[in-house]
Nanobody
Framework: QVQLVESGGGLVQAGGSLRLSCAAS????????IGWFRQAPGKEREFAEA????????YYADSVKGRFTISRDNAKNTVYLQMNSLKPEDTAVYYC??????????????????WGQGTQVTVSS
């Protein structure tokens, strides 16, 4: 079992940056691939970026390509999402998820066993 807590969200102007953190409990953090998803009001939750257990592989959505960077520090049981060049359309609740069944499934919500509560990111125009 693992518990996930997101932090780092807030209000930022367009073009600004935020760094989100996903902190995991337990000793098995390194056993999990981690994904970031986001959900805007009235929209379905969508995939943003994922990182493999070792950190050696990543997936990213076209919508965040070149702007968001995922990384992990297994010693700190934490995954980060560095968000640069933020746009108003990035406004959403951001969730981290752990435990993808397979690496290819890490881009899908159904691929994960555990979810955090989310952190709000609001980008003003």
């Amino acid at each position: 079992q693992v518990q996930l807590v997101e932090s780092g969200g807030g209000l930022v102007q367009a073009g600004g940056s935020l760094r989100l953190s996903c902190a995991a409990s337990g000793r098995t953090f390194s056993s999990y691939a981690i994904g970031w998803f986001r959900q805007a009001p009235g929209k379905e939750r969508e995939f943003a970026e994922a990182i493999s257990r070792s950190g050696g592989s990543t997936y990213y959505a076209d919508s965040v390509k070149g702007r968001f960077t995922i990384s992990r520090d297994n010693a700190k049981n934490t995954v980060y999402l560095q968000m640069n060049s933020l746009k108003p359309e990035d406004t959403a609740v951001y969730y981290c998820a752990a435990g993808a069944r397979t690496w290819s499934d890490s881009r899908r919500m159904y691929g994960y066993d555990y979810w955090g509560q989310g952190t709000q990111v609001t980008v003003s125009s």
